[in-house]
């Protein structure tokens, strides 16, 4: 089954700093890839993804890029903010199918006043 | 708000006990799933439905059961409780279940004493 890999477990920027996670998958068949944010006391929210046929995505801070050949996934943050604090999940998918996707272990962004 | 609703949202009950966790889906969605979360573990899959049919299992175990009824809204039962069932369980809920991106609940915190 796939296997999704992500790095680093613990990141601390000061504000105004980018951030960058990092994540590879096994299956060279998935084509979805999402990424959640979770708050303390919340479930995870999607925040952007991308699917196999773009390279990169972005959306205000955001973005997303996708390297398919090395099987590589990353989130880019720019001028994080306090409210960026959280925790970070991406996650490797087929879609369209019944393929349930697997999540990585998660990051936890601690962004410092 | 993110449209799923799980209750209860906290749970404290003993080794050996039975209870069931319950999740309404975002209107429209036919999927849910549940996950569980642990620190050492991340997001696990337990196991999908699709408009009250089960459609993909992933490491639910065997004292563990769900369903999902006519209106679309799902139960989690978890029986012979165990200490190392304490977690948080999370559902989440997709329009089609095809893999896509999920909107999750903010879950239920599981405490087995």
């Known amino acids: 089954g796939e296997n999704v890999e992500q790095h680093p477990s613990t990141l601390s920027v000061q504000e105004g700093d980018s951030a960058v996670i990092k994540c590879t998958y096994s299956?060279?068949?998935?084509?979805?890839f999402p990424w959640y944010k979770q708050e303390l006391g919340k479930g995870p929210q999607l925040i952007i993804d991308?699917?196999?046929?773009?390279g990169e995505k972005k959306d205000q801070r955001i973005a997303v890029t996708l390297n398919k050949t090395a099987k590589h996934f990353s989130l880019h943050i720019t001028e994080t903010q306090p409210e960026d604090s959280a925790v970070y999940f991406c996650?490797?998918?087929?879609?369209?199918?019944?393929?349930?996707?697997?999540f990585g272990r998660g990051t936890s962004l601690i962004v410092h006043p | 708000d993110s449209g799923v609703t799980q209750t209860p949202k906290h749970l404290i009950t003993a080794t050996g006990q039975r209870v069931t966790l319950r999740c309404s889906p975002r209107?429209?969605?036919?999927?849910v799933y549940w996950y569980q979360q642990s620190l050492d573990q991340g997001l696990q899959f337990l196991i999908q439905?699709?408009?009250?049919?089960?459609?993909a299992k992933g490491n639910i175990l065997e004292r563990f059961s769900a369903q999902q009824f006519p209106d679309l809204h799902s139960e989690l039962n978890l029986s012979s409780l165990e200490l190392g069932d304490s977690a948080l369980y999370f559902c989440?809920?997709?329009?089609?279940?095809?893999?896509?991106?999920?909107?999750f609940g903010s879950g239920t915190r599981l405490t087995v004493v």
């Open positions: 209107s429209g969605d036919l999927s």
């Open positions: 989440a809920s997709s329009v089609l279940g095809q893999g896509d991106g999920y909107t």
């Open positions: 299956d060279s068949a998935s084509n979805y």
């Open positions: 439905y699709y408009n009250g049919e089960e459609r």
């Open positions: 996650a490797a998918s087929l879609s369209g199918g019944s393929y349930i996707p697997t």
């Open positions: 991308i699917r196999s046929n773009v």
